[in-house]
């Protein structure tokens, strides 16, 4: 029997997720968002927290926030992140910088850790930003890339590592779950054979966090960064965490020195000397307007807990790909995404010809999927925030947009 509207509304009235979108600050609840993988919405606490930092704070406390409230958030925030979602203990994750100086910063710290090693391991669908900083990291230090070539939906698999790992390899940066196709890279095999042929792994959680659980101890990681605006809510712009676990900061060095990740950076002194701990892993002022929104967002992520998150993420992607099946597949559309729900994170790319012009017609419709090149429709299914009904509704409007 065809799936129908009723059925999605059936889902809807019988998940125990359905309440937790009242949390969230939700003006159009006509909008079919598929897209909180880009630019997760906002909870109505981290709407009021940012309002009481900028009046109270900022406005009324003025540079006495600092001391008494701002200097510690890198930690703070990068604890709770940490604790609650990565499996760290305290001390391990810390907040500050785009993902992409985060990236930077720890590939080079890595790298540093490697000297007597030429090789560089990324893959070529790997998100364009990753690329860039080892290809810059690479023309800096006269480096070699060796890429693991692109690997479709299946995405990277252990033995593609395998094929590319020697004693040149210093490093290897890998997304745990691909931008793309959700892929979900097997971390804890992955990891293990990096290191014991002698290199360091950095793993991007930009996609995964606040989607699938993460565990990072017991899968053997050390280096990790991710995104804060993306699942777990934290705003436009919102910093990165880096995650580095405390055998790893007795190795590795943040390249980047400035005075924040000095020890007793208010004494100004001359000469650097790295502050102890994950503190080192600063390096300027951080944006206190754009972290403070994340803290609201990851407490309720923490509360609803993860296992129950990835079951609604996996019940979401599951109806997406059964209405693929029935309605979208015999219209010439393919599935860019793994079959198995364990084996992909929280969106679904469908391909199709005509994949740019079909996301505008979407997006005029007020349903919101990102287009990725260059045949790729992809659906970001935020597990807090998606309806089975949208899920529904979103394809079946594109089945009869293909139609028309
Ligand atoms: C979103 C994303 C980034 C973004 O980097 P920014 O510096 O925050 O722009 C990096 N890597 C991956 C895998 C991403 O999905």
Request: net charge negative; with cysteine.
């Amino acid at each position: 029997m065809p799936l129908t509207r009723d059925d999605a509304l059936d889902l809807d009235a019988g998940d125990p997720l359905a309440g937790y979108r009242d949390e969230f600050y939700i003006p159009d609840d006509a909008l079919i968002y598929l897209d909180g993988n880009s630019l997760g919405r906002p909870t109505k606490a981290s709407r009021d927290r940012v309002r009481i930092v900028l009046d109270d704070d900022w406005g009324t406390n003025l540079i006495r926030s600092w001391e008494q409230r701002w200097v510690g958030l890198p930690n703070h925030i990068g604890d709770l992140i940490g604790r609650g979602l990565l499996g760290a203990a305290p001390g391990e994750t810390i907040v500050g910088d785009t993902t992409t100086v985060a990236l930077y910063k720890a590939v080079s710290a890595a790298l540093d850790a490697r000297p007597e090693r030429s090789v560089i391991v990324i893959e070529r669908d790997n998100f364009p930003t990753d690329r860039y900083v080892v290809e810059s990291l690479a023309q800096q230090r006269n480096l070699t890339i060796r890429w693991i070539e692109e690997r479709g939906p299946s995405g990277v698999a252990v033995d593609d590592v395998h094929g590319v790992l020697d004693e040149t390899v210093g490093v290897v940066v890998l997304s745990h779950v691909d931008y793309r196709s959700a892929a979900l890279v097997d971390m804890p095999t992955v990891t293990a054979a990096v290191h014991s042929a002698g290199a360091i792994i950095l793993w991007d959680l930009c996609h995964s966090v606040g989607a699938v659980p993460l565990d990072l101890p017991r899968d053997g990681v050390g280096l990790a960064v991710g995104c804060t605006y993306k699942y777990l809510n934290g705003g436009p712009g919102a910093p990165a965490f880096t995650f580095v676990s405390s055998a790893m900061q007795a190795e590795l060095r943040q390249p980047i020195w400035g005075w924040w990740s000095r020890s007793e950076m208010f004494e100004m002194e001359q000469g650097y000397r790295p502050e102890v701990g994950i503190r080192s892993w600063l390096t300027g002022t951080p944006g206190v307007l754009s972290m403070v929104g994340i803290e609201p967002a990851v407490e309720l992520t923490v509360r609803v807990g993860m296992p129950a998150i990835r079951q609604k993420s996996m019940a979401l992607t599951e109806l997406a790909v059964s209405l693929y099946d029935e309605s979208l597949a015999p219209l010439g559309c393919w599935l860019l995404s793994p079959r198995d729900p364990e084996r992909r994170g929280s969106h679904i790319m469908l391909g199709h010809p005509d994949a740019a012009s079909l996301t505008s017609r979407l997006v005029k419709a007020g349903i919101l999927p990102d287009y990725r090149r260059p045949d790729g429709i992809r659906l970001g299914l935020a597990p807090l925030t998606t309806r089975f009904v949208d899920v529904y509704d979103g394809l079946e409007r594109l089945a009869a947009l293909i139609r028309a």
